[in-house]
C-alpha cells in the first residue's frame, strides 16, 4: 500500500522555539490532514488540507499542502509545554475512498 | 456529543482467548474505521464500513480477526482465538464524508 515518510522521527526542544516537520509521500493525495496524539488517547484532528498550494492556520499551527499534492508540512510557533506529543500526518487518497494513510508520527519533546 | 465511544479501555487476556473490542461511532457518520496502532508499524488500517457495509478489509491480518457493523450506531472487532502478537492499542474512527477522521480513545489489548 501507500507509504508516507514523516520526518523527523523524534524532536527535542527547548520551550519557546519554533518546531517543523514534515511529510512526503510517492503518490499523489487530495486531502492532508495532521493530527495529534496524547499519551493513552486517540489522535486528534488539527488541521485538514483539501487543495494542493493550501496554506492554513489554526492559532500556532501552520500547514501547508504541497503544490504537487505529495508533500505538506506542519510548523509549530512559539511551543510551549503542552504541544508534547506524536504528530502524524495523514493522506486521503484520491480514488474517493475514505481510508486514510498515515505517517510513522514525530515524537515532540519539550524542555521547559 | 460524546465522541467515539470504545469499550474496553483495557483488556488483557490469556492466548487462545476470544477478544471482542466495542465501538459507537459518532451520530450521524457513516464511515467507520478500525486501525490498529504498535510501535513498530505505527497505525494501520484493518477495516472500514460505509453506511454499514465492509469495504475494505485488506488490512486485516489473517482469518483470526473479524469485524461486524449490524446499525448505524454499533460496531465489534472480535480475535479468536487471540495470540501475543495481536497485543496493541486498537481505535475506531468514524467520519461523515469528505471530513477527517473522529477517533475514540482506543481499546490497549494485552495477550499474554
Known amino acids: 500500500g501507500q507509504q508516507l515518510n514523516q520526518s523527523p522521527q523524534s524532536m527535542f526542544i527547548q520551550e519557546g522555539e519554533d518546531v517543523s516537520m514534515n511529510c512526503t509521500s510517492s503518490?499523489?493525495?487530495?486531502?492532508w490532514l495532521w493530527y495529534k496524539q496524547d499519551p493513552g488517547e486517540g489522535p486528534v484532528l488539527l488541521i485538514a488540507l483539501y487543495k494542493a498550494g493550501e496554506l492554513t492556520s489554526n492559532g500556532r499551527l501552520t500547514a501547508q499542502f504541497g503544490i504537487t499534492r505529495k508533500d505538506s508540512f506542519l510548523n509549530i510557533s512559539a511551543s510551549i509545554p503542552s504541544d508534547v506529543g506524536i504528530y502524524f500526518c495523514?493522506?486521503?487518497?484520491?480514488?474517493?475512498?475514505?481510508?486514510?494513510?498515515f505517517g510513522q508520527g514525530t515524537r515532540l519533546t519539550i524542555n521547559p | 456529543d460524546a465522541g467515539v465511544i470504545q469499550s474496553p479501555r483495557h483488556e488483557v487476556t490469556e492466548m487462545g482467548q476470544e477478544v471482542t473490542l466495542r465501538c459507537k461511532p459518532i451520530?450521524?457518520?457513516?464511515?467507520l474505521f478500525w486501525y490498529r496502532q504498535t510501535m513498530m508499524r505505527g497505525l494501520e488500517l484493518l477495516i472500514y464500513?460505509?453506511?454499514?457495509?465492509?469495504?475494505?478489509d485488506s488490512g486485516m491480518p489473517e482469518d483470526r480477526f473479524s469485524a461486524k457493523m449490524p446499525n448505524a450506531s454499533f460496531s465489534t472487532l472480535k480475535i479468536q482465538p487471540s495470540e501475543p502478537r495481536d497485543s496493541a492499542v486498537y481505535f475506531c474512527?468514524?467520519?461523515?464524508?469528505?471530513?477527517?477522521?473522529?477517533f475514540g480513545s482506543g481499546t490497549r489489548l494485552t495477550v499474554v
Open positions: 503518490s499523489i493525495f487530495n486531502t
Open positions: 495523514a493522506g486521503q487518497e484520491p480514488k474517493g475512498a475514505q481510508k486514510l494513510v
Open positions: 451520530s450521524g457518520h457513516n464511515s
Open positions: 464500513f460505509n453506511n454499514n457495509v465492509p469495504i475494505d
Open positions: 474512527a468514524s467520519t461523515p464524508i469528505g471530513y477527517g477522521y473522529t
